[in-house]
């Protein structure tokens, strides 16, 4: 059973929040932060180069609020979006099982009536013998 399903194009915004969303819900992601900031703050410890951000890191925690404030808009963004398909694809099933359940019921009907008329029949054969 074929549905005619409404094509919906992405827009760039909706297509980048789902990336950053799925980026940001990765371990690579997890790793690769936790990679960045532990040299991040090996660097300010380690005396190789001129600290820019000692102990207790201020800068560092400016810099990972800043990327939280924007990624979890982003992230909700996405998740709107895949809560909006969802909802689309239960109503597209919904009608689905509804249509399916009245064909069902109408074949039922239609088996009935055939059980019927054999049954009536073989009477009819079995009262003329």
Partial sequence: MEHS??????TFGQKA?????SWV???KYIIV??????IWMILNVVSIIEHWDPYPFIFLNLVVAFVAV?????ILM????SEERDRK????????DRKSEKEIEEIKTQLNRIEHDKIKKILEILEKK
């Fill in 5 to 10: 399903r409404e094509k919906h194009k992405s």
């Fill in 17 to 21: 929040a789902d990336k950053v969303a």
């Fill in 25 to 27: 819900g990765s371990w």
């Fill in 33 to 38: 932060q936790s990679v960045v900031l532990i």
């Fill in 70 to 74: 924007y990624t979890a808009p982003i």
């Fill in 78 to 81: 996405s998740q709107n979006r």
């Fill in 89 to 96: 694809k239960f109503e597209i099933d919904l009608a689905t």
